[in-house]
Nanobody, 126 residues
């Protein structure tokens, strides 16, 4: 059974940082693109960032570019999202996802991902 488990969320003051982790198990993810999405209350799921299997390519939503950094450790089947300079509008449930997406240009759509975690809450206080 494939499982993706997020951790690292919490309550943080505006301007602060967190490191989110996503640990995957149940299969190998060779060639898979890994992504992060988020969903704020009453809003749809929003793309945040993605990283290619080789980690040679990354892709970010404009709203987080320069503040968030995605990375991965393939040996551990784990990927990360360093979130910094947090703003109130970053408050959301953050989900990790994995999918056989060949080009990062297509990584912004949730439809490309076939495995999802259960989410971790990030709350930014002002």
């Amino acid at each position: 059974q494939v499982r993706l488990v997020e951790s690292g969320g919490g309550l943080v003051q505006a301007g602060g940082s967190l490191r989110l982790s996503c640990a995957a198990s149940g299969r190998t993810f060779s060639g898979y693109t890994m992504g992060w999405f988020r969903q704020a209350p009453g809003q749809g799921r929003e793309f945040v960032a993605a990283i290619s299997w080789s980690a040679g390519g990354t892709y970010y939503a404009n709203s987080v570019k320069g503040r968030f950094t995605i990375s991965r450790d393939n040996a551990k089947n784990t990927w990360y999202l360093q979130v910094s300079s947090l703003k109130a509008e970053d408050t959301a449930v953050y989900y990790c996802a994995a999918g056989p997406i060949r080009s990062l240009g297509y990584s912004g759509s949730a439809r490309g991902y076939n495995y999802w975690g259960q989410g971790t809450q990030v709350t930014v206080s002002t």
